[in-house]
């Protein structure tokens, strides 16, 4: 991990009078590491091979946080668990998710960007964060309905 990132963190979550316990260190250190979509149960396990010593309510209490401190996305993809990944340091992007596999395709569009922009100017509207994720089956799953590529 990126010392001055994690630094970062530390800062920001000390200067809100957040206190640095280990287990929420390890849990930041985890989730930038990894770098992916993860869910507290992944995470949990994640720790538990690690003999960490840190319980799901932890984890939980911990994403949460860092939810609210806008240091970690939290995405519903609609399989009655939410993931996780790290925002801090990453440029903004969306998401496509198949729904055969569980795949998930991050994508940035500067078209799609500024479009939305537009539209809440034309609105008066000031956004402060939006989400778009978009559900269907990614390439692999078609080509094995034999529906192809194109």
Not at 133 to 150: A, M, S, V, W
């Amino acid at each position: 991990m990126n010392p001055d990132v994690l630094n970062e963190i530390i800062q920001r979550l000390q200067k809100e009078g957040m206190k640095i316990t280990r287990q929420r260190k390890m849990i930041i250190e985890i989730m930038y590491e990894h770098r992916d979509h993860i869910d507290a149960e992944a995470l949990y396990l994640i720790l538990k091979q690690q003999n960490a010593g840190v319980s799901r309510a932890t984890i939980y209490r911990t994403l949460e946080m860092l939810v609210e401190k806008r240091l970690i996305r939290k995405m519903d993809f609609g399989e009655g668990r939410c993931v996780y990944e790290f925002k801090l340091g990453q440029p903004h992007h969306d998401h496509m998710k198949c729904l055969r596999c569980g795949k998930v395709i991050e994508f940035n569009d500067h078209i799609i960007e500024l479009r939305q922009n537009t539209i809440c100017q034309n609105y008066k509207f000031y956004p402060t964060s939006h989400v778009m994720q978009i559900y269907g089956l990614c390439c692999e799953c078609r080509e094995k309905e034999k529906k192809g590529c194109d």
